[in-house]
């Protein structure tokens, strides 16, 4: 079935450093992939998305392109701040029509020092 | 501004215990969702409504069921709670747009201790 891996955690950064994190997926077709955000006591919100190949999302800084020749769609941003301290799931569609159910990844929480 | 409100943001319940679990969402979308959230699991799918009294079952149903009698609102039940129930439960709404957006709209969690 369709799964996502994402980095394992936690991931500390200084203030202005790059961050990656890395996701990987499983998929029979073409499903569409996401980022998701959860700020500490919110709720989980989308950050970017693609819904096909060599699409770019972008949102708030961050970047991820959705890569079919290596099954990735990796988070990227250039200079992290505090605020953006948050746990990140990545998540792909599965690929039955009508079927709007989302797989996540495990999650991957991110600490921003100043 | 959307809002997904969940009853509870904290419960504490003894094992053999009915608990419910209710969400609620002003913005008229047909999708509901609930799903548990476990450190180095991720977010695991339970149940799935597309339609009011509508239902399907997600990737780990087992020990749940879920009501749907109005648009608006989802409830997840645990008939005779256990300590593997012990969780955070998310709920999330989308509108059954055709064109699998995949934008969910989440609830902030109910945090679920069972003794």
């Known amino acids: 079935g369709n799964s996502v891996t994402q980095m394992e955690g936690p991931v500390t950064l200084s203030e202005e450093a790059f961050l990656t994190i890395n996701c990987t997926y499983t998929a029979t077709g073409y499903p569409s992939l996401f980022w998701y955000v959860q700020y500490p006591g919110e709720g989980l919100q989308l950050l970017l998305k693609?819904?096909?190949?060599?699409d770019k999302g972008s949102n708030k800084g961050f970047e991820a392109t959705y890569r079919k020749e290596t099954t990735s769609f990796h988070l990227e941003k250039g200079s992290v701040q505090v605020s953006d301290s948050a746990v990140y799931f990545c998540a792909l569609s599965r690929t039955i029509t009508g079927d709007y159910k989302l797989s996540f990844g495990a999650g991957t929480t991110v600490t921003v020092r100043a | 501004d959307v809002k997904v409100t969940q009853s509870s943001r904290y419960l504490v319940k003894r094992t053999g215990e009915k608990v419910f679990l209710e969400c609620v969402q002003d913005?008229?979308?047909?999708?509901m969702f609930w799903y548990r959230q476990d450190p180095g699991l991720g977010l695991r799918l339970i149940y799935f409504?597309?339609?009011?009294?509508?239902?399907e079952k997600g990737d780990i149903p087992e020990g749940y069921s879920v009501s749907r009698e109005k648009k608006e609102r989802f409830s997840l039940i645990l008939e005779s709670a256990s300590t593997n129930q012990t969780s955070m439960y998310l709920c999330?709404?989308?509108?059954?747009?055709?064109?699998?957006?995949?934008?969910?709209?989440f609830g902030e969690g109910s945090r679920l201790t069972v003794l």
């Open positions: 409504s597309y339609d009011v009294k509508m239902k």
């Open positions: 693609a819904t096909k190949a060599d």
């Open positions: 999330a709404s989308s509108f059954l747009d055709g064109t699998n957006t995949g934008e969910l709209f």
């Open positions: 913005m008229d979308h047909e999708n």
